[in-house]
């Protein structure tokens, strides 16, 4: 029935033909392809063995990431003269560390039971990357935030967005980005709509979600920013859920900048914390947001505008405003809310944020914009010539002086062996050489080279 439900709103990632179920599986006829799942959530995506090989790679990188911390720990134990205490700490850090790694790889089996994907051919992998940002433990706390902490925090994030869908009453609901997916679970609940479809990339977000909303419980240390107290260095907790496991409650993998779903097939689509975390302009989003939503149906957003202040598309709220209108939405409402973002009760540190609300009703068609790449042009495609800035010029010296530079460095020589071959070479003075072999070996030290 779930398929069924799911498949009515769908079109093909890659074709954008109708989808159908074969064997079990959401199936594209006209693309050929039978899209996988992954503990029963759809891996649907224009090309998912690509997709697959980059969380496969976001799993080792990030392995490799917890082994070096673990290799640092290992490091600051056996400094002699250690108190208890401090020995004790880092001791559970490490415990906690390791214990992360063994939950990591029992959550995520299901994308390591498929076996390793191997390296796509680069000119298709550049029309599939993932931005850098993207990556398995991108939002881990969320994860805590939402099915862990006794806290209000989630709560008050739901009960906001609810009061901005006003008198709706909508049969279907798609949550872009919807991550470890309390808030999306907590609006179906409330609105009990015939279907809620929950969309995100990350698989690790999805799993557990999926796993603690059917009564599993899960759990992960929390490793806090900023303890305090000694006993909130490594917090395990529990990741649970004392409800009853919903219907009508859908998981999709796939990439909602280019939202696979027909042309006005959804009554409702919301944005938390979704429009300035992703790279594609605000008003190709909405233009695909309001290609799929029916007319009068609603885009409900909820987030801050955390965008890189210097680019032409880090709208301001007047911004977003304009561009909504050009769309072919009419905004009902729309305003600055406040809430706590990621207020552990283990941390010292925390976020209170103003974040912006709307909602935002279909009025018009509006164009369906072309797919969105995440890399340029001038990478995405071979033929383009690709601009040369003032930034090339800065790393091109850059790189030369590193590599000049990391030459003379055999293991034998000092900084005073070195500054005379680098007076001789670039005619610098002493003390330029100086200067630039200090710089560059600080850098090299704090891991900026
Ligand atoms: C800032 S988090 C917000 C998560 C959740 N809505 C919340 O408020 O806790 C952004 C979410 O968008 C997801 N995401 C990023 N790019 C995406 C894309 N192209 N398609 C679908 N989800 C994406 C991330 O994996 C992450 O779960």
New binding site residues.
Partial sequence: MSLENLSSILECPRSKGSISIKNGLLHSENAGISFDSYLGIPWFFREPEIQLYQWQNSLKSLVFYLQGQTTILEQQINIADLGTKTKNRLLLLKEAIHFNAEKLFEILEPLIASGEVSKPISQKLVLEKL?HT?HLN??FH?LF??WSWATQESHQ?SEQVISLFKNEKPKNIV??????????LDVHNYFTPELSLA????PL?FFCAKKVMGGEAIEFYEIPIAPLLLKDCAVKQNLSYKGVAPQNFEFIF?????LPCKPKSLQAVVT???ID??NQDFSKLAKKINHCLEKEACWINY?PLGYDNFKAQSYSKEELEEQLVNSGFKIENISIFEMDYLVSPHSSQSRREKVLGFCARKEKDAKEPPHFTYLPKWIADANEPIPRTEIMEQVQIRNQVAYELLNTINGKRSRKDIVPLMVNHYGMTQEMAEETLITFLINYYERRV
Avoid: K
């Fill in positions: 931005p993207q991108s939002y969320t935030r939402d994030f949550f872009l980005g919807s991550g470890a997916s309390r808030l999306s969309m995100d990339i990350n977000l796939s990439d909602a900048v280019n938390p914390w979704f975390i992703v987030g």
